[in-house]
């Protein structure tokens, strides 16, 4: 293991964030454009049925962040799952679950957003920012080099202009219901007769919700954190059901469900028909400030997570080294912006691909969420006495819960027969070089069983 406290490229993280930063950081991790692709997709195909779908993603997101809390603070170190992973169940598995659940999926979803925002904003200002999405990628990771209060300032401003314009978009969508709109009494039938639909939507819901847990890295840089991290989180979830409520009933009342439901860009028929002339330069603010505070965001929690297993011996050491000045783990900083800069630039134009891969990964970020759960129900056994300033509520009621939903929406991660069977293709594949990777580091770097588990004395000292 190594020791952080042996030289000034290694040195500790300092405690900078507050909740107002902590409760920024897990809204911007998951209010990227694809959440609001997803949700206003799943709008136009549910109806009113989708606020059920809607609530018991909520439901589920909230089961999730009870196990995450709890993990977090009885283990708060910035490798997040990979930590607890170490600790419940051995390196092989904890490698995996960061490497296919954060690693992976981000190469794919990184450039799919950026390429989305590029997309919209050379629709409304055609040939005059190209390249938008590659300078936003240099610029933040420029920004995450310069330190943790650089990263904080800058997230706070993006985030809470993405509140102001989403808050404003959504009470906009109250009044001056469009012709095309759907009556107030289909929404209520549909809420009611076709309420065993919203099962088949609970997916599409479930991934405007998903990224909460990127706030858990940063506990060893949180002020108060057995205060401010749950505080954070919670009513992050709590604020996202609300606009999403907000959004998803604009769009029922304003554009048409089958407009809605096949959309590459749903939102900016939303803003469209809201807006009108000005629409234009409202979605320009919201595309940029949601994939900016996202696009930060990662740059900052995988580096994070990188860090921590360093610090287990799972990566190579250097992602442990912190930046003499600056204080930040440069180079998985660096990493994480090659990850997501190459294929950026050498895939522009194979966009199908991208999406394709990214929903292949994604199945590793739902598995990642089961293992959390099952992290918190081997350690209440293997560590009953340990002390927990978290305790989820109602155990072991939301891991059960939390489990079987992340299950039932891997099975519902593609929209075809045919794309499933290219999705579990390469999902596998994936999951075959990922466990070689595992298995070669763990029994032939780290010299440790595939199993063993670390110590969780060992996985909290520094």
């Not at 170190?77 to 419940?88: D, E, I, M, P, R």
Request: hydrophobic share 55%; net charge positive.
């Amino acid at each position: 293991m190594i020791n952080k406290t042996n030289t000034s490229s290694s040195g500790s993280l300092k405690r900078v964030l507050g909740f107002p930063s902590l409760f920024a950081v897990a809204i911007g991790s998951v209010a990227a454009q694809s959440s609001f692709v997803s949700l206003l997709n799943g709008t136009g195909s549910g109806g009113g049925a989708f606020f059920i779908a809607l609530f018991m993603a909520f439901i589920l997101t909230v089961c999730c962040s009870f196990s995450f809390l709890e993990l977090s603070l009885m283990m708060p170190k910035a490798g997040g799952l990979g930590t607890f992973t170490a600790v419940a169940g051995g390196h092989f598995l904890s490698i995996g679950v960061i490497l296919g659940g954060y690693v992976a999926v981000v190469a794919f979803s990184g450039p799919a957003e950026l390429m989305l925002l590029e997309s919209i904003v050379g629709m409304v200002y055609p040939g005059v920012f190209s390249h938008l999405g590659l300078l936003i990628l240099i610029l933040f990771a420029i920004l995450n080099l310069l330190g943790i209060n650089v990263f904080s300032s800058i997230q706070n401003l993006l985030v809470y202009v993405l509140l102001v314009a989403l808050l404003v978009i959504g009470i906009t969508g109250l009044k001056n219901t469009s012709a095309s709109a759907v009556s107030l009494d289909s929404i209520s039938k549909d809420f009611v007769s076709k309420g065993a639909s919203a099962l088949s939507l609970i997916a599409l819901a479930l991934w405007s919700f998903t990224g909460l847990e990127y706030v858990c890295p940063f506990v060893e840089e949180s002020k108060n954190p057995r205060k401010n991290l749950p505080r954070a989180m919670l009513l992050a979830a709590v604020m996202l059901m609300v606009v999403y409520g907000l959004l998803s009933y604009a769009a029922l009342r304003h554009v048409p469900l089958d407009k809605l439901s096949k959309s590459e860009i749903p939102h900016w028929l939303l803003v469209e028909s809201l807006f009108g002339n000005t629409a234009g330069f409202v979605m320009v603010v919201f595309a940029i400030t949601a994939t900016s505070s996202v696009t930060n965001t990662v740059l900052a929690s995988i580096p994070r997570m990188l860090f921590g297993m360093a610090h287990h011996g799972q990566v190579p050491s250097i992602f442990g080294r912190l930046h003499p000045r600056w204080n930040t783990p440069w180079f998985g900083i660096m990493i994480v912006f090659s990850l997501i800069g190459i294929p950026l630039i050498v895939l522009s134009n194979a966009k199908d691909y991208i999406l394709l891969m990214l929903i292949s990964a994604t199945t590793f970020w739902l598995v990642a969420y089961i293992v959390a759960q099952l992290n918190v129900l081997v350690l209440r056994k293997k560590y009953p006495t340990f002390s927990r300033p978290f305790k989820t509520p109602l155990y072991p009621l939301p891991q059960i819960l939390g489990i079987l939903g992340m299950a039932f929406a891997i099975w519902n991660n593609s929209p075809s027969i045919i794309l499933s069977r290219q999705v579990y293709i390469n999902s596998g594949l994936m999951f075959l070089g990922i466990s070689l990777y595992s298995f070669l580091w763990v029994r032939y770097k780290m010299k440790k069983g595939i199993f063993e588990r670390e110590p969780i004395e060992e996985a909290i000292t520094d």
